[in-house]
């Protein structure tokens, strides 16, 4: 039967795409939410009225963000070819494509951290101060403990777009389902297996979007 | 317990220098309630917070419980603040936390074992009045209960000092004497010193010992509450005293009244302490023929006795009444012919 309506499709190869975009996807979402809440609370820390205040460090971190976040990721994958052969050793497979997923992302995500950080109540942390909480106690009981919930969607979201990521960077060779859809797909004119691709695609961000939303729920006790 | 030496606090902004705190002097005794009355932008919110070191007195010193929180930072800082309890007009809690887990957030901080934490955390909740709430998070509570963690929060480990920066301001009247009635049960039961700011001088009436009266930066006027309210001196304590005596319409009854009746004698009396009890108005109908007419009054409790205000009217023969304005003069109230008609 469907081998009837998908003549082309390599159930095998679908299978094998999948689960090469699944692993891009999870490790540089795991990255990108530590290096993104690393660089968030940096930012957040050393704005002005913050507990570290510093101008030079809020001003470089906040210069670097800007300007990773504002390329167009394509050309990022470009930009990094030197520094991701110098890393990893090559330009094709999976792991070739992390350098560029996790520096496109992680940058992006550090925004909505420090959003997230700053919507907290100030009160709430001069509290904690008033209680004697030392500046670790701070960030792991208060800052990040009130955002949780946004800190999620924020992740929910940046990984929506990781996945995006993850197929153009198939475009160019690094595998998956971005990879199979057009090589596979596209060039030799099988629209069967651009659709399927496409399919898998949409629920695998409907997959994340439902856990994430699950979670965002319960942990928001607002 | 606290004392505060030539205290100064300059602001930089960008608008120039704000002087928020400016030479204060002040001691307050163990096991006091001291209110510090002043209307917005007087610098009390600056004053309370350096009592604790979220803010550094720009000259001068702040000393806490032995410890000059002015001078001392890092951990010796956070050791400090662990004695000195407070609580905000805002509550400041944790909505992340249940009530149970933000009370025992401060200890928590201070590195109290598990199961003694459990312990000390039901203590508290029975103490404020939260039983069977403990589970609930603080969107789930009314503006009251919310405070009343903020308490327990405060109390938790076991401080000597209380610091409560406008803790009532934002709740309705109802719940505001709830809360303060707790916070006398908790000076009384733990012999806690307190320190509160407000603008509303019905919290200074109710719960404190001695207030101070805050105008730009400065103590204007001090003392136990009695003695304030029998004879503010400066213009912006009377404005404060009257909040509580002399209700809004008095003024114009007493206009009205005066139109009313163009004869006899308006005289107010001002009770104090004991003079409050005494039965000074069945004596004045006892010993003179002449008419009285009660024309407004009010008498509240303070922490060291009654205090109010009673608007009289007398009426009769002018010969009688004046005898009558004479034996009120003699008595321990302070009284004050309005006019004469
Ligand atoms: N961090 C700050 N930076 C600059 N100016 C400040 C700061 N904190 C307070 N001030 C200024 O100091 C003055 C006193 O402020 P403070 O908050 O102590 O007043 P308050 O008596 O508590 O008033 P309110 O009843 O409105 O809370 C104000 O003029 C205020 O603008
Ligand atoms: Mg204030």
Redesign the pocket.
């Known amino acids: 039967m469907l081998e009837q309506w998908l003549p082309n499709v390599n159930w095998e190869n679908i299978w094998e795409a999948t689960i090469e975009t699944l692993y891009m996807t999870s490790i540089s979402v795991v990255a990108t939410f530590i290096l993104g809440i690393l660089l968030g609370l940096l930012l957040f820390l050393t704005a002005k009225g913050n507990l570290w205040e510093n101008k030079m460090v809020y001003t470089v971190v906040g210069a670097f963000v800007n300007i990773f976040r504002s390329i167009p990721f394509i050309i990022l994958i470009v930009l990094l070819i030197p520094f991701t052969k110098a890393l990893v050793g090559t330009m094709i497979g999976e792991n070739a494509a992390l350098p560029a997923l996790i520096i496109g992302a992680a940058p992006f995500y550090a925004r909505m951290v420090e959003i997230a950080l700053r919507e907290i109540d100030k009160g709430v942390i001069e509290a904690a101060k008033a209680m004697g909480a030392k500046t670790s106690t701070i960030i792991w009981k208060v800052l990040l403990s009130e955002s949780m919930p946004a800190l999620v969607s924020g992740i929910t979201v940046t990984a929506i777009a990781l996945v995006g990521y993850t197929a153009m960077a198939g475009v160019i060779g690094a595998g998956g389902l971005g990879n199979l859809a057009y090589l596979d797909g596209f060039q030799r004119s099988r629209e069967d297996v651009v659709l399927v691709a496409t399919v898998v695609i949409l629920l695998i961000v409907f997959v994340i979007q439902f856990v994430g939303d699950f979670f965002t729920n319960k942990l928001d006790k607002r | 317990m606290i004392s505060i030496s030539s205290v100064k606090k300059i ?1 930089s ?1 960008k608008n120039g220098k ?1 002087t ?1 705190v400016d030479d204060i002097n002040l001691v307050i005794n163990r096991g006091e309630i001291f209110g510090v009355i ?10 309370i917070r350096m009592l604790n070191g979220l803010e550094t007195p720009t000259s001068g010193s702040v000393v806490v419980a032995d410890r000059e929180v002015s001078k001392i930072k890092g951990s010796e800082l956070r050791q400090a603040r662990r004695e000195i309890g407070m609580i905000f007009q805002h509550f400041n809690l944790l909505w992340s936390r249940t009530v149970r887990e933000n009370i025992a957030f401060p200890l928590e901080i201070a590195g109290v074992p598990k199961s003694e934490r459990e312990r000390k955390v039901n203590e508290l909740i029975k103490l404020v009045g939260l039983e069977g709430r403990g589970d609930s998070y603080p969107s789930q509570l009314s503006g009251g209960q919310k405070q009343r963690v903020g308490i327990a929060r405060a109390l938790a480990n076991d401080p000597k000092v209380l610091l409560c920066d ?1 803790a009532t301001s934002a709740l309705d009247p109802q719940t505001t004497d709830a809360i303060l009635d707790l916070l006398v049960d908790i000076n009384k039961r733990l012999g806690l010193t307190i320190v509160l ?1 407000t ?1 509303e001088m019905h919290v200074i009436r109710k719960i404190c010992h001695r207030v101070a009266v ?1 105008e730009a930066g400065h103590i204007v006027e001090m003392g136990p509450v009695l003695d304030v309210f029998k004879s503010p001196e400066q213009p912006i304590t009377k404005r404060f005293v009257q909040q509580v005596t002399e209700p809004e319409e008095s003024k114009e009854t007493i206009e009205h009244l005066l139109e009313q009746y163009p004869d006899g004698q308006l005289v107010k009396l001002t009770f104090v302490g004991e003079s409050a009890e005494q039965p000074v108005i069945a004596n004045l109908i006892r010993q003179f023929n002449i008419g009285v007419n009660l024309v407004q009054g009010k008498v509240s409790q303070t922490q060291n006795g009654p205090y109010g205000t009673l608007f009289v009217h007398l009426t009769g023969a002018s010969e009688e009444v004046n005898k009558a304005v004479e034996y009120l003069k003699e008595q321990k109230v302070s009284s004050e012919v309005i006019t004469n008609a």
């Open positions: 602001f902004t704000v928020a002043g209307y917005s932008g007087a610098g009390k919110s600056t004053l406008e700011i603008h805050m």
